[in-house]
């Protein structure tokens, strides 16, 4: 079964860092982009970064542009995003998620279950 | 960056109705255009990709349609586990931007 499992969340003071990582499972993870979507406490969801499958491309939204690094490690099928200068509003879950980028296409077809990020005083 | 405004936010209905929820997007974004269903405390789950893709495993009777600025969710019979929040998403370009969402509700 295919699976993708979040990890490293928790509770951080402001400025902080912290890496999360996902694990992933059942499928060819080198063939697959992949991204970290957010969200907000009672709020809606916030794409905040992708990669593609050989890590050719990054992206980032413009929110946590040079605080956070995605990076990816086929040979471990994982994911990670280290998060530097965490502010209150960076406080969300985190979901790790597949974008199959078939035929041109892009679309978010496997959500892991999320990883809590904290960031107060 | 490409705003998507849907509506309704809210919506009240019944088992067995019918419902429409819309997307509009700031500009075009061809059909380009992506609807996941999120329940309280879940991940979200992808319904329809490419504007009218059935998502596999999804019922039939979630279907999408739209091209350009202006896209639709439609729910034909609601059932009971059907209730849940709708988000729009667009994949034309970076950054990849969702909707407000639409909470649809007993």
């Known amino acids: 079964e295919v699976h993708l499992v979040e990890s490293g969340g928790g509770l951080v003071k402001p400025g902080g860092s912290l890496r999360l990582s996902c694990a992933a499972s059942?499928?060819?993870?080198?063939?697959?982009?992949v991204n970290w979507v957010r969200q907000a406490p009672g709020k809606g969801l916030e794409w905040v970064s992708s990669?593609?499958?050989?890590?050719?491309?990054?992206y980032y939204a413009d929110s946590i542009k040079g605080r956070f690094t995605i990076s990816r490690d086929n040979a471990k099928n994982a994911l990670y995003l280290q998060m530097n200068s965490l502010r209150a509003e960076d406080t969300a879950v985190y979901y790790c998620?597949?974008?199959?980028?078939?035929?041109?296409?892009?679309?978010?077809?496997?959500w892991g279950r999320g990883t809590l990020v904290t960031v107060s005083s | 960056d490409i705003q998507l405004t849907q509506s309704p936010s809210s919506l009240s209905a019944s088992v067995g109705d019918g419902v429409i929820i819309t997307c509009r997007a700031s500009?075009?974004?061809?059909?380009?255009l992506n609807w996941y269903q999120q329940k309280p405390g879940k991940a979200p789950k992808l319904l329809i990709y490419?504007?009218?893709s059935l998502q596999s495993g999804v019922p039939s009777r979630f279907s999408g349609s739209g091209s350009g600025t202006d896209f639709t969710l439609i729910i034909s019979s609601l059932q009971p586990e059907d209730f849940a929040t709708y988000y729009c998403?667009?994949?034309?370009?970076?950054?990849?931007?969702f909707g407000q969402g639409t909470k649809l509700e007993i």
């Open positions: 998620v597949r974008d199959p980028s078939y035929g041109g296409l892009r679309y978010f077809d496997l």
């Open positions: 059942g499928f060819t993870f080198s063939s697959y982009s």
């Open positions: 990669i593609t499958s050989s890590s050719s491309y990054i």
């Open positions: 500009q075009s974004i061809s059909g380009y």
């Open positions: 490419a504007a009218s």
């Open positions: 998403q667009q994949s034309y370009r970076t950054p990849y931007t």
